[in-house]
């Protein structure tokens, strides 16, 4: 079946540093991928649609100079949080979109903690 | 998207079907009805979807009402790791599509042993 491997599974950082979250698609060239961002206790949302060799598209209120996404390749898309703050902490979850009519695939999701 | 309401969290007894209900009263024609379940700290894993008729996989199965405002989600002989958050989404994307997912709260489905 579709697997999306994310990586890091978690991260701290100090505030002010960028961290780089990458998100591939293993076993199909994934087309679209999307990054969702979850809060504790709370539900995903999501933040920013990739196409491979275009610029990202961002959901009303994310900003896109903090939250830089790049789709370089049909198997690879990553988000840089940069200058992270306390305020970024959460879950981040990226999916892709490509296998045609069996859902959407998600990744395990990192957990960035920014100190 | 369609909006979906889903109940905030249910019990069920392991080994006993688990019945999710889900609400989606303003679908269109052209939306399809995806469950999504989500363990916690992990990402949101496919369960299963459909568009009009009744469908089953090795996971689950999901009846979707004749006037498609309503689906149930199905998981036979329910076990201890199939405790999760449940999302039932409303999509015209039959999973490659260009369009994001809308989640909503969910059901947290509670398996009692």
């Known amino acids: 079946g579709a697997v999306v491997s994310q990586h890091p599974s978690r991260v701290i950082c100090k505030s002010g540093t960028s961290v780089k979250i990458e998100c591939r698609s293993l076993d199909f060239q994934a087309t679209t991928m999307f990054w969702y961002r979850q809060f504790p206790k709370q539900s995903l949302m999501l933040m920013a649609t990739s196409n491979e060799g275009s610029k990202a598209t961002y959901e009303q209120g994310v900003e896109k100079d903090k939250f830089l996404i790049n789709h370089a390749s049909l198997t690879l898309s990553t988000l840089t949080v940069t200058s992270a703050h306390p305020e970024d902490s959460s879950f981040y979850i990226c999916s892709a979109s490509g296998q045609g009519g069996y859902g959407y695939t998600f990744g395990s999701g990192t957990r960035l903690t920014v100190v | 998207d369609a909006k979906t309401t889903q109940p905030t969290s249910m019990d069920c007894a392991e080994g006993r079907a688990a019945n999710l209900p889900c609400n989606h009263s303003?679908?269109?024609?052209?939306?399809?009805v995806y469950w999504y379940r989500q363990i916690h700290s992990q990402g949101p894993q496919y369960i299963i979807h459909g568009l009009k008729n009744n469908e089953t996989n090795e996971m689950a199965s999901l009846i979707i009402t004749e006037d498609r405002k309503s689906s149930t989600l199905i998981l036979p002989h329910a076990t201890l790791r199939d405790t999760a958050v449940y999302y039932c989404i409303v999509s015209r994307s039959p999973g490659g599509g260009a369009d994001g997912l809308t989640f909503g709260k969910g059901t947290h489905l509670i398996i009692q042993p």
């Open positions: 303003t679908i269109s024609g052209n939306e399809y």
